[in-house]
């Protein structure tokens, strides 16, 4: 790694600094054998070890996409010393320049100079850069590796004045260059032209990386600068000859030598001009059609059409390419200079004579090539649509052409595609490839027969099938039948069957049925059948008539009637199977079981013999035809078989309507076994009691089973129903203060058993005592001894839920005299109960619950279970129906229609009866009105008579009294409520009317609640907004008009939007018909557009419009009168002068305002721009609506930006629209003007006219040199 023998590589820091600022330096350390390894982003790095004492190390690496191994080499580093200073400033004048101020004693210049302190000096060796900045004494100093040729630069910007030098470094430690002196300089500019003068190297070449320009001068030193974006470069050189060339190889740029600057003269330097000539880009294109739709020339299909690659600037050249020139279809080479290129081909309309066989539009939108210095690895490719050209004429059955829209339907891909003939009859578009049937809908022919037409064809590279077609329609068959349910005889309504045809002919979807199942259509003659297969909940509908289809032939004066087709239904029946481990009879959440076989077979006339499984909830279901009975078994291993026996049946029966039966499965008896050991003292296992307890929740009763001690470890076993269990093992003789004892879950399963392990150890006695009290305070136990007075009022037996950890839970039941003593392991064990009791004279049914806790040590833990009884405040609401007053009954008791009065709604008022269902004996309740979230619920309220005044809130006292007898307490009452509706200008009508509800709340909790639904009126009515009464359109053109529609009414409303029968012969305006739905308050716009034909030369044509609320008699209608319409070009000179940038020497914007007079608009106006004798500004395509100006914008350089210039503005109106222009710009409709505009210097201060003139000698330089600040150039500081 170095030149000489480097005593320590190893272990070496080395960093490397990215070019790009944003990304920090990284550091990587060396191997004992000097080697680095590292990962770095792409990009140029400068590599650097400045630890040495006396070698260090630096390199230059660039980094692209491969891998790179390279070698560094450590040099000397030498301290490079020197001093600069600079001329006094104002000392030089007409009798002392530099020249001979530089020729004065070192004296005189030391005293007329001063340090050029913060001047920052540039020290380049090849692709190494290092900077260092001159101190305030003027002393600078820098370490540089040795063994390089450094080229020494520095420019002051404030002093215009420069200093430079070479520097060999041949190992020495220190370099001492002693003092310098900067030197005046001179601006010199220059430009780069690509290839000749007619373009520069500038940033829209593709490419341009603003390369570098190198000035050497006589003795080799090198200044560098790069070219701006406008292909300019400035150097500021000190006096002597020059070379100039552009640093890179790949430009192969020409030189310039002994280019002669001179200081102190007035004239100005010639501007240099280099030339770069890139070689030429080979590129290979790919063009084909894109059949498979991944833009992959392999699976397209290889075309050769014409093209232009046209550039996009002043780069590059146009390139014209026939089919001749590609080297097979569809692959073609060009060979290009640089610049920005877009590929255009020469596209045709499908009616045009010459149409191309396939479309010229790309697959998508084709990026433009760029051809640089970059060369292509591989072919770009140019996808187009895989459209094909279709053509051919539409006639009627007596010959006659049929100027009609009509379809293409391609049903392997779910396409459709629009087509038109004109007046003879003819069509022609580009189609995508693919089996098509063109449809054309039952229309009137000329001979008054309606008539139809469908033809399959396929569109691909044969165009013998797809061109000069000939479409002939013919009568068409009125299909007639009647749908119904097989066995119910049930007519099927709003129902959609489709028509298949055997011809090819595609399918239809025929027309709802009606109420009655009654469908009929207008169909092409040929082979059809029917197909259905509609679904609805738990209900399936088929028919399939593939295998016996019918002819149309068979019908009678242009009627098919096939009668009566019955549909076959088939239901979904099923259900849960369970297993009642509560013993409920109820299939509850966690009931079902899953993964069951459920064998379903059909008993008469159904072919129906399958199995399905439960799911995870125990769930099945299946659909079958109906009108049968059905033998269904269920299955698993583990339980028993079950068979449905709905009804006494013995059967499942299936009649029209879906079933679901749930069905119980029993588990048979398991086998379970255990083993315990104890802790400390086997002996205590010796008849030790071993009792299951069914776990918490299920049903089953606890049993003692037989054990066998041997071994120092017990054992059991017993059959038992599987499930979950608790295995409880107690000492037989545990003392007063505890004893052995061990508690465990089993779960036993259904196939297996289960087999149980525990370990005794010594626990502690349980001593539960249980306290509750009824409603008139007396206290008793939950035991059942009948000496208590408590247990007559329990209506069953208590029981407690012991819970050891989060799966041990098993219940215990209370003792007769209310207690529990029970041997517990020594844990935290949990006590919940809970009962039912039946107290008050009025036999009510009151809750207790209760629980406690405690930690289960050695010796006897009392506990006590106090119940609490839980509070019940239930209440029911009911409507006293005869006591509705102003307001019309809806469909049932609770749904009412509010009643008109002037400009608001009655009062509603009614009685409501409340019934107290809950067991306190006395409680205030809080009355409430509720208004469910409504657009106008603020507008409402709900109010309650408390015996003087209707109130929004209010409170009633309800209860069962302390006995039967007790009249201070009510258990009922009445109350009278009033509901204010929303006035008719703010109420809405809603679809679900108004929901109010009154509320019974109990310190905050919820007891019952009434709703009701008050419906209001529906309101009709709506009103126009920028109605569109007049429009224009071209001959054989089409034009856009319409409407806002505000709803008015009070409520959505569905609005139907049609066009009266007055529509020009020839004329299509679509929709023809619309509905629209609108919110109340809401506006929407409705869009028709005409189409005019080919003779509509003059004259005007009126269109009415009607619109009808959905109550089908508020309406309205307005005309619109459809004119000829034109373009009218105008454009406004002075506006021009106003609107364009006139500041002299400053690049900026010409705008031409263009001006449409007429009614009719066009998205193809060019406008085009150039200066007379000049460049052309380029031109672009502007959209112009009628009566309206559009600005089109050009950009003017600050070179063209002086004096008085001259454009010519040409604009033109292309393509169909071309032809409704009846006035052109220009004298006698040349299209073109041409005007001048003077450009001013602006004048921003008072300064006297000398300081004004010198400013504009400063301009004129800048402006003949082109002279701009270079984006790139030597590094320097301001001192």
């Given at each position: ?569 088939e239901v979904e029946i099923g259900g849960k199977v369970f297993w009642d481990l509560d013993d409920d009879d109820l299939p509850d959440g966690t009931e079902g079981v899953a993964n069951t076989t459920v064998t ?680």
């Open positions: 790694m170095t030149q000489e023998a480097y005593a320590d590589i190893a272990n070496r820091v080395v960093t490397f600094t990215n070019d790009d600022p944003l990304f920090g330096p990284i550091n990587s350390t060396s191997d004992e054998n000097g080697l680095v390894y590292i990962e770095l982003p792409m990009g140029s790095y400068t590599i650097s070890d400045e630890t040495g004492n006396e070698y260090i190390l630096f390199d230059y690496v660039s980094l692209e996409t491969e891998d790179i191994s390279m070698t560094g080499t450590y040099a000397i580093g030498t301290w490079v010393n020197g001093s600069i200073r600079v001329v006094d400033g104002g000392l030089f004048n007409s009798d002392l320049n530099y020249s001979v101020w530089a020729a004065e004693d070192a004296t005189v210049k030391l005293d007329q100079s001063q340090p050029a302190a913060g001047l920052e000096i540039d020290f380049v060796a090849n692709d190494l850069s290092f900077s260092t900045t001159v101190a305030t004494d003027g002393n600078y100093s820098i370490r540089l590796p040795s063994g390089n040729d450094f080229h020494m630069t520095t420019f002051s910007i404030a002093s215009q004045m420069s200093g430079g030098q070479l520097i060999e470094l041949t190992g020495d430690a220190e370099m001492d260059l002693g003092l310098m002196y900067l030197e005046p300089t001179t601006v010199a500019n220059g430009f780069v032209f690509l290839y000749d003068n007619t373009s520069l190297w500038d940033g829209t070449v593709p490419g341009y990386a603003a390369q570098t320009v190198v000035a050497t001068s006589s003795v080799g030193l090198e200044w560098s600068t790069t070219i701006a974006d406008t292909g300019e470069f400035t150097f500021n050189l000190p006096e002597g000859q020059w070379d100039f060339t552009v640093d890179d190889v790949a430009l192969n740029s020409s030189n310039v030598e002994n280019y002669n600057i001179i200081v102190d003269i007035d004239i100005l330097p010639t501007p240099i001009e280099l030339f770069v000539y890139p070689d030429f880009l080979t590129i290979e294109l790919h063009v084909f059609m894109d059949a498979e739709g991944d833009g992959v020339f392999a699976n397209g299909t290889a075309v050769s059409p014409s093209f232009t690659l046209m550039p996009l600037n002043d780069h590059g050249q146009q390139h014209n390419y026939t089919a001749a020139d590609y080297s097979s279809p569809g692959n073609i080479t060009v060979v290009l200079e640089l610049g920005l290129y877009s590929l255009q081909f020469n596209t045709t309309e499908a009616s045009d004579e010459n149409a191309s066989d396939y479309t010229l539009t790309g697959a998508i939108v084709f990026n433009p090539l760029q051809v640089g210095l970059e060369a292509y690895e591989e072919a770009v490719a140019f996808p187009l649509r895989n459209d094909y050209l279709v053509t051919g004429e539409l006639m009627n059955n007596s010959g006659g052409a049929v100027e009609k829209q009509f379809l293409l339907r391609n049903e392997a891909d779910d396409l459709w595609f629009n087509m038109a003939s004109d007046v003879n009859g003819s069509f022609a578009a580009y189609v995508p490839a693919g089996d098509w049937v063109a449809i054309v809908a039952p229309f009137l022919a000329d001979n008054d027969s309606t008539e139809t037409l469908r033809y399959p064809f396929t569109i691909g590279d044969d165009s013998s099938v797809r061109t000069n077609l000939s479409f002939m329609s013919s009568d068409v068959i009125e299909l007639k039948f009647q749908l119904q349910e097989s066995d119910t005889s049930n007519n099927m309504s709003n129902i959609r069957v489709t028509l298949v045809s055997h011809d090819g002919f595609g399918n239809i979807t025929l027309s709802k049925s009606d109420g009655s199942g009654n469908v009929s259509e207008q169909v092409m003659s040929g082979n059809w059948s029917l197909y259905l297969n509609e679904t609805a909940p738990q209900r399936h509908w088929t028919i399939d008539t593939s295998s016996s289809p019918f002819a149309t032939s068979t019908a009678v004066d242009g009627v098919l009637d096939l009668g009566i087709i019955n549909a076959e239904l379903i077979l059909g008993m008469n006339n159904t072919e129906i013999d399958t199995n399905v499984t439960t799911d995870e909830f125990g769930v099945w279901s299946l659909f079958v035809p109906i009108q049968d009975e059905y033998q269904v078994s269920v299955s698993k291993e583990g339980f028993s078989t079950e068979v449905y026996n709905v009804s006494n049946s013995s059967a499942y029966p299936v009649y029209s309507e879906p079933e679901s039966h749930d069905i119980e499965m029993t588990a048979g008896n398991v086998t379970v076994s255990g083993n315990v050991t104890d802790i400390n003292d086997a002996s205590r296992l010796n008849g030790s009691t071993v009792v299951p307890y069914p776990s918490s929740g299920m049903a089953g009763e606890s049993q003692t089973i037989s054990s066998n001690f041997a071994n120092d470890q017990l054992t059991w076993s017993a059959v038992i129903a599987p499930g979950k269990w608790v295995v409880v093992v107690t000492e037989a003789n545990a003392g007063e203060n505890g004893g052995g004892v061990a508690v465990g879950y089993l779960d036993a399963s259904i196939s297996d058993g289960a087999t149980l392990d525990l370990e005794m150890s010594l626990g502690g006695w349980i001593d539960l005592s249980t306290t509750w009290t009824d409603i008139n305070l007396d206290e008793h136990h939950a035991g059942s001894d009948p000496q208590s007075n408590g247990s007559s009022m329990l209506n069953e037996s208590v029981a407690v839920t012991f819970s050891v950890g989060s799966d041990v839970e098993w219940d215990m039941p209370v003792g007769a005299d209310g207690t529990i003593s029970v041997l517990m392991p020594a844990e935290f064990i949990e006590m919940d109960s809970s009962f039912v009791t039946i107290q008050h004279d009025l036999n009510m049914e009151m809750d207790y619950i209760g629980g406690a806790s405690t930690q289960v040590a050695e010796g006897r833990s009392p506990v006590t279970i106090s119940y609490t009884r839980n509070i019940n405040s239930d209440t029911s609401i009911t409507m006293v129906e005869t006591s509705l007053a102003n307001v019309t009954l809806g469909e049932n008791d609770l749904e009412f229609i509010a009643i008109e009065e002037n400009e608001a709604y009655q009062p509603i008022e009614f009685d409501l009866n409340i019934d107290y269902d809950g067991t306190e004996t006395v409680q205030v309740f809080d009355v409430l009105g509720q208004i469910n979230v409504s657009p106008d619920e603020a507008d409402w309220s709900v109010e309650f008579w408390d015996g003087t005044a209707f109130v929004e809130s209010h409170q009633i006292s309800l209860g069962i009294g302390n006995n039967s007898a007790d009249t201070s307490v009510e258990s009922s009452t009445t109350l009278r409520v009033r509901i204010l509706v929303a006035n008719q200008s703010d109420a809405w009508h809603l679809v679900e009317g108004h929901t109010l509800k009154v509320r019974l709340i109990m310190d905050g909790t919820p007891s019952s609640e009434i709703a009701m639904n008050v419906q209001i009126p529906q309101i009709y009515g709506f009103s126009f907004a920028e109605k569109d009464t007049e429009i224009g359109i071209g001959t054989g053109g089409s034009s856009s008009f319409g409407f806002m529609l505000e709803n008015t009414g009070n409520g959505d409303d569905s609005y139907t939007i049609e066009l009266a029968d007055n529509i020009p012969e020839g004329w299509e305006v679509t929709p023809t018909n619309s509905l629209i739905t609108i919110a109340k308050g809401d506006s929407r716009s409705q869009m028709f557009t005409a189409y005019a034909p080919d003779d509509f030369v003059s004259g005007s044509k009126t269109v009415t419009v009607t619109v009808t609320s959905e109550d089908g008699i508020f309406t309205d209608t307005f005309d619109v009168v459809i004119s000829k319409a034109s373009i009218e070009l105008y454009i406004d000179q002075g506006a021009i002068v106003t609107l364009s940038d006139n500041v002299a020497d400053t690049a900026g914007k010409l705008v031409i305002p263009v001006t449409n007079l007429g009614s009719l608009g066009s998205s193809d106006v060019v406008v085009s721009a150039s200066i007379v004798g000049g460049e052309t500004l380029g031109s672009q395509t502007i959209t112009l609506n009628p009566n309206s100006t559009t600005n089109a914008e050009f950009d003017v350089s600050a070179e063209d930006s002086t004096g008085n210039v001259r454009f010519e503005v040409r604009v033109e109106v292309i393509g169909d629209d071309s032809e409704n222009v009846i006035q052109q710009i220009g004298t006698d409709d040349s299209k073109i003007i041409d005007f001048s505009v003077e450009y001013y210097i602006t004048e921003e201060t008072k300064d006297s006219p000398w300081f004004t003139l010198a400013i504009f000698v400063l301009g004129a330089l800048v402006i003949y040199g082109g002279i701009k600040a270079s984006r790139g150039g030597s590094k320097s500081t301001r001192f």
